[in-house]
């Protein structure tokens, strides 16, 4: 049908799925009362009517999975216009859909307003391929009104989808990992010049729903959400991979087995998710952490996409892991460990810097042997392999450099034979031993080095040597050093709010308040704790906190901070002080309070506790429209008035506010759980 014929039939009144509304929206939308809700939303509510005794379970457990009970209605302050550049694609994509559901309680005004108004929030042009409409389809079958339908849309697409646009590296980390659990099936592909991208795009972009029935995307959706694990899909993803593996291995055209593995998921039931999430745990059990840790912020969420663009995951030959995690699983033996494995270590650098300082129970295999003499390389190479397999079979195998960039050339040739011979489970420290001589260096644990007794010998104490790093493979640092650009950007933006908010306002600037303005959904009976200001600043009615004291001048480990049971969520960023400096600051949430702790004086690798405050103290949190990362905390106690007396502010700059807000949010309802009731 053309675009005249669509005309001339809404204009007749002889479509079903008239767009009347679209039209009547365009014309009033400068004069449209907004005090009061649109009528589709009404409607809506109106002709959803009572649902099955499950499907209400499932709809009220996953309000509260994804943390958006008594959220805001984000369709009372839009500018109600439709005028995306694909608008008519998105609303003959809507019939589809509608079609296909074939109910009066779903008709194409309320699917298009909600996919318009999700573009224009995150800034995004729609597009059929990105799979938005597969997972809406999905969803419009729960009895979910229209502004919770928006919010659990948008807490799905934006914590559990990872990007998968061209600057997106989800396709290069999951060659990666199938590298690691299955090498043989990752180099077979790789001959047969299958990509990713060709059998996961569907996968990743709508979390199955595009190729699963309905019972059985809800049945995995229910453990997904639960879980919690965003890096979940990379793990299903892989199980199917593995599942057509024996059938893939005989198949000699690429496009045949791209086929197989497309059409994967339609093969399952309902009754086989059970046993699909068992094994999908074991490989993730089986993984090292630093993956999902380091490269969150990479793949998830909306922000920091142009600052990991030239990070070149495609170019790496297996996964990398933090000097961190090695330390934990490899050097620190005396802190309790449930791990389902440890690292069999090797050591790439030459003979003499490995007996200068090692990692403890490694072995050196020295790169550049395979270079000088490859019969001798191959049979030491040989020899240790039996070794492992003999004493230590289920360990993984883990290659340490010298994170000099002409040493790790070498042991990027020693993993490349390793790899040929398809030994699974194989990684590579990130920044090799540089990395892990300068963080015990920081943290004063040298002496947990194997012979590091000489500081001439070894070359990382050596201060004359002063080769250059080998930046090529320091993937995690890269990563790190784009987060904390990231953060000077947002402190840079910071100072100049703080600066400008002593400065009188422009009196064009000035609204006066009316009776009709409304913003959102509010609270019974209190205000909301969370919101988001207009003004530059709003924290001059109040006073900072006085400078205090530390709680403690115990020097502590971040780590074990984080690590402990009673610690359910943590964060890091910059406390704007009094004085409207900024220090750096951790931030540990427990289930009753909120712990902040700065670097301990003199030792940046320690923290000290700065401030403990009781959660159910906290009388307002706010963030900026301009700089989303700045967060203030308003504590205080409420008055027989059921006014909120305010007598402490705290300013924090975070690279993850909106993930800290969220955290502090869903402790405070655990707390109060009547305080957000309807």
């Known amino acids: 049908m053309s675009q005249l014929e669509e005309d001339l039939e809404i204009i007749s009144g002889k479509s079903t799925n008239s767009d009347d509304w679209v039209k009547e929206g365009s ?74 559901i074939d109910s009066d309680t779903v008709n194409v005004p309320q699917i298009e307003s909600l996919i318009t108004l999700y573009c224009k929030k ?114 299903i993803a892989l199980v199917f991979v593995q599942y ?86 490899a050097i620190d033996v005396t802190s309790p460990t449930t791990a389902a494995y440890t690292y069999f270590v090797i050591d790439t650098r030459s003979h003499k810097d490995f007996n200068a300082g090692s990692v403890p129970g490694s072995y050196n295999l020295s790169g550049k042997l395979l270079v000088d003499d490859p019969e001798k390389f191959q049979i030491a190479m040989k020899s240790l392999l039996q070794f492992k397999e003999e004493s230590h079979p289920s360990d993984h195998i883990c290659f340490i450099g010298s994170g000099l960039e002409e040493d790790d050339s070498y042991m990027m040739m020693v993993i490349s034979r390793f790899l040929h011979q398809n030994i699974k489970h194989i990684s590579y420290v990130d920044g090799g031993y540089k990395a892990l001589h300068s963080m015990l260096k920081d943290t004063k644990n040298l002496e947990k080095l194997s012979n590091h007794f000489n ?50 306002p422009k009196e064009e600037n000035i609204k006066h308040i009316s009776s009709k303005d409304r913003y959102g959904k509010r609270y019974r009976n209190v205000q909301s704790v969370f919101s988001i200001n207009d003004s530059p ?55 009753t309070h909120m712990h902040v702790f700065h670097n301990a004086k003199d030792s940046p690798s320690f923290v000290h506790a700065s401030t403990r405050r009781p959660l159910s103290s906290i009388m307002r949190v706010t963030s900026k429209k301009r700089i989303p990362e700045f967060l203030t905390f308003k504590f205080g106690y409420e008055l027989p008035t059921g006014e909120a007396h305010i007598n402490q502010v705290h300013c924090f700059v975070l690279p993850k506010a909106g993930d800290c807000a969220k955290a502090v949010k869903n402790a405070i309802i655990a707390l109060k759980p009547n305080l957000l009731d309807d």
Not at 37 to 51: L, M
Not at 291 to 308: A, K, P, Q, T, Y
């Open 455 to 504: 500081p001439i010998e070894c070359r990382e104490c050596n201060a004359q040597d002063k080769a250059p790093a080998s930046s090529g493979w320091s993937i995690m640092e890269r990563m790190k050093q784009a987060m904390k650009n990231k953060t000077e950007v947002v402190r840079t933006k910071m100072h100049e709010l703080i600066e400008n908010s002593h400065a009188p």
């Open 27 to 100: 014309s009033e939308a400068t004069s449209r009362d907004f005090s009061s809700p649109p009528v589709i939303v009404n409607d809506y509510k109106q002709k959803r009517g009572s649902a099955s005794p499950e499907a209400q379970q499932r709809h009220d457990r996953w309000v509260n999975l994804l943390g958006v009970r008594n959220k805001p209605d984000p369709l009372m302050d839009w500018d109600q216009l439709y005028n995306l550049k694909n608008q008519s694609q998105l609303r003959k994509d809507c019939r589809v859909i509608v079609d296909k």
């Open 122 to 235: 995150r800034r995004l042009e729609y597009d059929l391929e990105n799979g938005w409409l597969d997972i809406m389809e999905k969803l419009l079958y729960l009895p979910f009104d229209q502004s919770v339908l928006f919010n659990v849309f948008y807490a799905i697409t934006t914590k559990y989808v990872p990007r998968t646009d061209q600057k997106s590296k989800v396709f290069d980390l999951f060659r990666l990992l199938m590298q690691y659990h299955d090498p043989e099936l990752c180099t077979y592909m790789e001959s047969l010049r299958i990509k990713p991208q060709q059998y996961v795009t569907s996968w990743f972009r709508t979390l199955l729903a595009k190729d699963t029935d309905l019972q059985l995307c809800w049945s995995i959706w229910d453990h997904y959400f639960e879980k919690g694990d965003p890096f979940l899909i990379f793990f």
């Open 244 to 329: 057509a593996r024996d059938k893939i291995l005989t198949i000699k055209n690429g496009q045949e087995a791209v086929e197989l593995l497309k059409n994967a998921p339609s093969q399952m039931s309902v009754d086989d998710v059970g046993d699909l999430l068992d094994i999908c745990y074991v490989d993730l059990n089986y993984t090292p952490v630093s993956i999902r840790e380091d490269f969150h912020g990479m793949l998830f969420g909306s922000n920091l996409v142009d600052d990991f663009s030239d990070i070149p995951l495609n170019t790496l030959m297996c996964l990398p892991i933090s000097v961190q995690e090695l330390y934990k699983k």
């Open 537 to 591: 600043s709003s924290d001059d009615e109040f006073s900072f906190s006085d400078v205090e004291v530390p709680l403690s001048t115990e020097k502590l480990k971040w780590t074990d901070v984080i690590g402990k049971p009673e610690i359910t969520d943590h964060f890091e960023g910059h406390e704007i002080m009094p004085n409207k400096t900024s220090v750096p600051c951790y931030i540990a949430l427990s289930r």
